[in-house]
């Protein structure tokens, strides 16, 4: 089973975020430790890789916080993040990747 979000601005929710039309997707892991899985598709070596690497080591602090109280419903998070250079057509071939 799996989930898909899309981040979005701050106060205008049906924009999406202006650094790249980032996808995250939570897919929950059939391994015996059971995950969540987060994947991200970002412009870390694009026009706005300084802002995006500033952004992910943030979800990177935040995941980790998370994990050291006890993950979600017991389940740790892993952040997944791929590089598709600020080419919307990139990260639309990863997504779509991750979608199978």
Not at 7 to 22: D, S
Not at 66 to 89: R, T, Y
């Amino acid at each position: 089973m799996k989930h898909f979000f899309q981040l979005k601005t701050g106060n205008h929710p049906e924009k999406t975020n202006p650094w790249c039309a980032t996808t995250l997707v939570a897919a929950l892991s059939h391994s015996s430790q059971a995950q969540i899985l987060i994947g991200q598709t970002a412009g870390f070596t694009g026009a706005v890789g300084a802002g995006v690497k500033e952004t992910t080591d943030g979800a990177v602090l935040y995941v980790n916080s998370v994990n050291a109280k006890g993950g979600v419903g017991g389940q740790n998070l892993e952040l997944i993040s791929l590089d598709d250079k600020f080419d919307p057509q990139a990260g639309g071939r990863q997504r779509a990747q991750a979608d199978r």
